[in-house]
């Protein structure tokens, strides 16, 4: 049997992030085969200053690609390809 690699991603988020839901919900909404984790940036103080006036922001795990919100379903659609 063929192992189908998953895309893998991560999508900084935070507490109470109603952005980062929506940005959840249309990764899952891709017709991509994903595998994606949630970061709080609060639990990482580098995180935190990084991207805590950002989130949501997806990276791709393979190329380190970030995509920031505001990002419709068509460019996070391109980004995953």
């Known amino acids: 049997m063929l192992a189908v ?3 893998q991603l991560v999508l900084y988020t935070g507490p109470g992030c109603d952005l980062c839901d929506v940005a959840y919900s249309m990764v899952m909404q891709a017709p991509l ?3 994606i984790v949630r970061r709080n940036v609060r639990d990482d103080l580098a995180l935190y200053h990084r ?5 949501p922001v997806l990276e ?3 190329s ?6 505001p990002f419709t379903q068509n460019e996070l659609e ?4």
């Open 60 to 62: 791709r795990v393979d």
């Open 78 to 81: 391109s980004f995953l390809q």
């Open 51 to 55: 991207y805590g006036a950002k989130i």
């Open 64 to 69: 380190q690609a970030q995509l920031s919100w």
């Open 33 to 35: 085969n994903c595998q």
């Open 5 to 7: 690699n998953k895309m």
